[in-house]
């Protein structure tokens, strides 16, 4: 592979034959040094840096400035804030600050009639009933507010003060100080815990066609769209309408809507009483920011980080807006202890040895930070906590034969394994000699590939073991793999579904981009050290991998490869990299590399931009399957991507549409989308970003880098979007020295989470006990 530098300039697209067909690029080009790529670093994709978004098309919730976006976009078109990567086009918007035409719309919600096959959408809105249902019946059972709080101080104390007064049915006029911390509880008996006892998911809730249309009426005075009536019907329930005209800013829980377009529609309903000190304005706006930030994988934020962000939202005093949200129980707050992983390094030994000398002692550890959140990531991240710590807790050890991995497995109820593409061999094969020994095994995966099936097709019992009696899932052992790509929720879910004595295994390359959305279970799950991690030493095969394993330590190394096995197309600007990316999937890699164009997938920064998924879909469409678009802006060919649900994309082709919806062919499987939800749940699909294309791999990769996507390079971005080609890899480059500056300082940016400390707070019990 050659510099780029040192590669021949591209010719002039205008110097393309006049056949319209495309030179070969491929095979006269020199085998290049990697692509480059860019993706928001660790989190979802951003989508700043490729261009302005398209005029007129703000989708729901994301700021489309180019790069891959940063939020659980994919489902329904809650695209974050900051973006949310992989999900669908929302409604259009005209971006002017005003609600009226310009607020996303989005799919009405999933009906709650059985169907025969589930369908991916009613898994996932399956699995998360099941979760909430879990949620509560914890809820119920404790008389305690969040355990998270019992050792809260100074400000946090007074927060949770206001929090208990909610909880015991009284409403303070001001936020009292609490003095003394509730006692903390007492550690486990050592004694292993009952069986634990799992209801079965309730059944979907409904909302009246009455409701829907009370709640049309009222936006229509607000001056927002009447699309959006569906959503706040399912948000706020029954009574929404009634809801919705008390407090106008409760428009902000339906996904999407944006601060300004929210205080448009207040003003409009509410005239001369709407005020930037609104009390109804502020608490709904902290809520809000707190959404925003779940969708940049944040489960809780700093004090001062929601302050800052009310004060630019021209809330008059965040403070009091932040104790007022959380006396509304709007929002929690946790002040957790994090323990330095060895305290004889927490100070300097010359500083505290000096200290002593002079009767001072040690000085005192700093105050850990007061955080806020929501309530459902909080229990969610607590009954993850929970659900892993029984699993340590109940599993039998047992003295397995074989690799390192089986051992392990044998011994712990919990293993987490880490290694790239070629390791899955590795997990797969102890899921296999696990059945041989007689256990219950499942192997699971953010896609379905390598023989295991979707986490959510698991959860919702359309496929695996089903359910024991006592509505656990009937398994011994369960392997995961993708395990960075696995969700909050999903996670929690999913491990409260396991049954006691279940060993869970999981699998997955941590240089890799996490999950959309909130929480990083998996990079959590490493840095607290509560299992055995086992570190795989086979490494991926040919130049691909090699490039790939020289990305994941930080370099962008030259590699041989005789076979074009990686190939770099320089570009100018990104005009000419949509011209070259047409060109190499529809003709230079069938003809010159052998792979067909229905196997070769298009990865790019974002969706919005000059060169971004809405760019060079169109450029595609128009080379490959040309059409009308009759079926809501798809034909049968297209390629499509659906994304049934927050953090999750499934590639497939259009078959057909009636008045049932669009039919899709996902990989073998037939997929109903219904017709009011196609244009929240679907894109074309010949392009992708890195989030909506991680857990899957093609015979053939094209990495599209255009020079105005550089500033949102990021290391584990260009190692996903890099490591989804199997055979050959093309990288349309043209961001000069920003790639490999990316490669060897592009680390993604942190994710403000709480697993990590809930974990240590309850295996220390286990420890004192």
């Given at each position: 592979?050659?510099?780029?530098s040192a590669a021949t300039p591209p010719p002039d697209p205008a110097e393309a034959p006049a056949d319209g067909t495309a030179p070969d690029t491929v095979p006269d080009g020199e085998p290049g040094p990697g692509a480059s790529g860019t993706e928001e670093a660790g989190t979802e994709e951003r989508e700043t840096g490729?261009?302005?978004?398209?005029?007129?098309?703000?989708?729901?919730?994301?700021?489309?400035?180019?790069?891959?976006?940063?939020?659980?976009?994919?489902?329904?078109?809650?695209?974050?804030?900051?973006?949310?990567?992989?999900?669908?086009?929302?409604?259009?918007?005209?971006?002017?600050?005003?609600?009226?035409?310009?607020?996303?719309?989005?799919?009405?919600?999933?009906?709650?009639?059985?169907?025969?096959?589930?369908?991916?959408?009613?898994?996932?809105?399956?699995?998360?009933?099941?979760?909430?249902?879990?949620?509560?019946?914890?809820?119920?059972?404790?008389?305690?507010?969040?355990?998270?709080?019992?050792?809260?101080?100074?400000?946090?104390?007074?927060?949770?003060?206001?929090?208990?007064?909610?909880?015991?049915?009284?409403?303070?006029?001001?936020?009292?100080?609490?003095?003394?911390?509730?006692?903390?509880?007492?550690?486990?008996?050592?004694?292993?815990?009952?069986?634990?006892?799992?209801?079965?998911?309730?059944?979907?809730?409904?909302?009246?066609?009455?409701?829907?249309?009370?709640?049309?009426?009222?936006?229509?005075?607000?001056?927002?769209?009447?699309?959006?009536?569906?959503?706040?019907?399912?948000?706020?329930?029954?009574?929404?309408?009634?809801?919705?005209?008390?407090?106008?800013?409760?428009?902000?829980?339906?996904?999407?809507?944006?601060?300004?377009?929210?205080?448009?529609?207040?003003?409009?309903?509410?005239?001369?009483?709407?005020?930037?000190?609104?009390?109804?304005?502020?608490?709904?706006?902290?809520?809000?920011?707190?959404?925003?930030?779940?969708?940049?994988?944040?489960?809780?934020?700093?004090?001062?980080?929601?302050?800052?962000?009310?004060?630019?939202?021209?809330?008059?005093?965040?403070?009091?807006?932040?104790?007022?949200?959380?006396?509304?129980?709007?929002?929690?707050?946790?002040?957790?202890?994090?323990?330095?992983?060895?305290?004889?390094?927490?100070?300097?030994?010359?500083?505290?040895?000096?200290?002593?000398?002079?009767?001072?002692?040690?000085?005192?550890?700093?105050?850990?930070?007061?955080?806020?959140?929501?309530?459902?990531?909080?229990?969610?991240?607590?009954?993850?906590?929970?659900?892993?710590?029984?699993?340590?807790?109940?599993?039998?050890?047992?003295?397995?034969?074989?690799?390192?991995?089986?051992?392990?497995?044998?011994?712990?109820?919990?293993?987490?394994?880490?290694?790239?593409?070629?390791?899955?061999?590795?997990?797969?094969?102890?899921?296999?000699?696990?059945?041989?020994?007689?256990?219950?095994?499942?192997?699971?995966?953010?896609?379905?590939?390598?023989?295991?099936?979707?986490?959510?097709?698991?959860?919702?019992?359309?496929?695996?073991?089903?359910?024991?009696?006592?509505?656990?899932?009937?398994?011994?052992?369960?392997?995961?793999?993708?395990?960075?790509?696995?969700?909050?929720?999903?996670?929690?879910?999913?491990?409260?579904?396991?049954?006691?004595?279940?060993?869970?295994?999981?699998?997955?390359?941590?240089?890799?981009?996490?999950?959309?959305?909130?929480?990083?279970?998996?990079?959590?799950?490493?840095?607290?050290?509560?299992?055995?991690?086992?570190?795989?030493?086979?490494?991926?095969?040919?130049?691909?991998?090699?490039?790939?394993?020289?990305?994941?330590?930080?370099?962008?190394?030259?590699?041989?490869?005789?076979?074009?096995?990686?190939?770099?197309?320089?570009?100018?600007?990104?005009?000419?990299?949509?011209?070259?990316?047409?060109?190499?999937?529809?003709?230079?890699?069938?003809?010159?590399?052998?792979?067909?164009?229905?196997?070769?997938?298009?990865?790019?920064?974002?969706?919005?931009?000059?060169?971004?998924?809405?760019?060079?879909?169109?450029?595609?469409?128009?080379?490959?399957?040309?059409?009308?678009?009759?079926?809501?802006?798809?034909?049968?060919?297209?390629?499509?991507?659906?994304?049934?649900?927050?953090?999750?994309?499934?590639?497939?082709?259009?078959?057909?549409?009636?008045?049932?919806?669009?039919?899709?062919?996902?990989?073998?499987?037939?997929?109903?989308?219904?017709?009011?939800?196609?244009?929240?749940?679907?894109?074309?699909?010949?392009?992708?970003?890195?989030?909506?294309?991680?857990?899957?791999?093609?015979?053939?990769?094209?990495?599209?880098?255009?020079?105005?996507?550089?500033?949102?390079?990021?290391?584990?971005?260009?190692?996903?979007?890099?490591?989804?080609?199997?055979?050959?890899?093309?990288?349309?480059?043209?961001?000069?020295?920003?790639?490999?500056?990316?490669?060897?300082?592009?680390?993604?940016?942190?994710?403000?989470?709480?697993?990590?400390?809930?974990?240590?707070?309850?295996?220390?019990?286990?420890?004192?006990?």
């Amino acid at each position: 592979m050659t510099d780029p530098s040192a590669a021949t300039p591209p010719p002039d697209p205008a110097e393309a034959p006049a056949d319209g067909t495309a030179p070969d690029t491929v095979p006269d080009g020199e085998p290049g040094p990697g692509a480059s790529g860019t993706e928001e670093a660790g989190t979802e994709e951003r989508e700043t840096g490729t261009g302005e978004p398209d005029a007129g098309t703000d989708e729901v919730g994301a700021d489309e400035t180019g790069t891959d976006e940063t939020g659980a976009d994919e489902a329904g078109g809650e695209e974050a804030g900051t973006g949310a990567e992989e999900g669908p086009d929302g409604a259009a918007g005209s971006g002017d600050g005003s609600t009226a035409g310009n607020a996303p719309s989005g799919g009405e919600a999933a009906s709650g009639e059985a169907a025969a096959e589930l369908s991916e959408a009613q898994a996932e809105l399956a699995a998360q009933r099941e979760l909430r249902a879990r949620i509560e019946q914890r809820k119920a059972e404790r008389s305690a507010p969040v355990e998270a709080g019992t050792k809260l101080s100074g400000t946090a104390a007074d927060l949770l003060a206001a929090v208990r007064a909610v909880e015991s049915g009284t409403r303070p006029a001001a936020v009292p100080r609490v003095e003394e911390p509730a006692p903390a509880r007492p550690a486990p008996a050592a004694a292993a815990p009952e069986r634990t006892v799992r209801p079965p998911a309730p059944a979907a809730p409904t909302v009246t066609e009455e409701t829907t249309t009370a709640v049309r009426q009222v936006l229509a005075r607000g001056g927002a769209p009447e699309t959006l009536a569906p959503q706040v019907a399912a948000v706020l329930g029954e009574g929404a309408a009634r809801a919705l005209a008390d407090d106008p800013w409760q428009l902000l829980a339906v996904p999407g809507v944006r601060a300004e377009q929210a205080d448009g529609f207040a003003r409009a309903l509410l005239g001369a009483e709407c005020g930037p000190a609104d009390p109804r304005r502020a608490v709904a706006l902290t809520a809000w920011l707190l959404e925003q930030a779940a969708r940049q994988g944040h489960t809780a934020l700093e004090i001062g980080a929601v302050r800052d962000g009310l004060a630019r939202l021209s809330v008059p005093e965040p403070d009091k807006a932040v104790d007022l949200a959380v006396s509304e129980a709007a929002v929690l707050v946790f002040q957790e202890e994090d323990e330095p992983e060895d305290d004889t390094e927490y100070i300097d030994r010359a500083d505290g040895a000096q200290a002593a000398e002079e009767g001072q002692g040690q000085p005192p550890r700093p105050e850990a930070p007061v955080l806020l959140g929501l309530e459902r990531f909080a229990l969610a991240e607590e009954s993850l906590a929970d659900g892993l710590a029984r699993l340590v807790r109940t599993v039998h050890p047992a003295s397995w034969e074989g690799p390192e991995l089986a051992r392990a497995a044998g011994t712990h109820g919990l293993v987490l394994h880490t290694g790239g593409e070629a390791a899955r061999a590795e997990p797969a094969a102890l899921a296999g000699e696990a059945r041989a020994r007689g256990l219950r095994v499942a192997l699971a995966a953010h896609t379905a590939r390598d023989g295991a099936v979707p986490v959510t097709a698991l959860l919702s019992g359309a496929a695996g073991p089903g359910r024991d009696a006592e509505g656990a899932l009937a398994l011994d052992l369960l392997v995961v793999l993708d395990a960075p790509q696995l969700g909050l929720e999903p996670a929690a879910a999913l491990v409260e579904a396991l049954p006691d004595g279940c060993r869970l295994v999981l699998s997955g390359d941590p240089h890799v981009l996490g999950a959309a959305g909130p929480g990083r279970v998996f990079a959590d799950l490493l840095a607290a050290r509560i299992a055995p991690v086992i570190a795989s030493r086979t490494p991926d095969p040919g130049p691909i991998g090699e490039l790939i394993s020289g990305i994941g330590i930080g370099e962008l190394n030259q590699v041989a490869a005789p076979g074009k096995e990686v190939v770099i197309v320089p570009v100018r600007d990104a005009g000419e990299a949509v011209h070259r990316t047409v060109q190499l999937v529809a003709d230079s890699i069938p003809r010159a590399i052998g792979v067909p164009t229905e196997h070769t997938q298009v990865i790019t920064v974002g969706h919005g931009g000059s060169a971004g998924t809405r760019a060079l879909n169109a450029a595609l469409k128009q080379r490959l399957n040309p059409g009308p678009g009759r079926f809501g802006g798809f034909d049968p060919g297209d390629r499509a991507a659906y994304s049934p649900a927050p953090g999750r994309t499934v590639a497939g082709t259009v078959v057909s549409a009636d008045a049932e919806g669009l039919h899709l062919d996902c990989g073998g499987t037939r997929v109903v989308v219904p017709k009011e939800r196609v244009e929240s749940e679907l894109r074309h699909g010949w392009a992708l970003t890195a989030h909506q294309a991680a857990g899957a791999r093609w015979p053939a990769a094209v990495v599209v880098l255009p020079g105005d996507a550089a500033g949102g390079l990021s290391r584990p971005w260009v190692y996903t979007a890099f490591g989804r080609a199997e055979r050959h890899l093309s990288v349309v480059h043209g961001v000069d020295q920003a790639l490999p500056r990316a490669v060897a300082e592009g680390v993604a940016p942190g994710r403000t989470t709480r697993l990590r400390p809930l974990l240590d707070a309850l295996l220390a019990d286990d420890d004192e006990a």
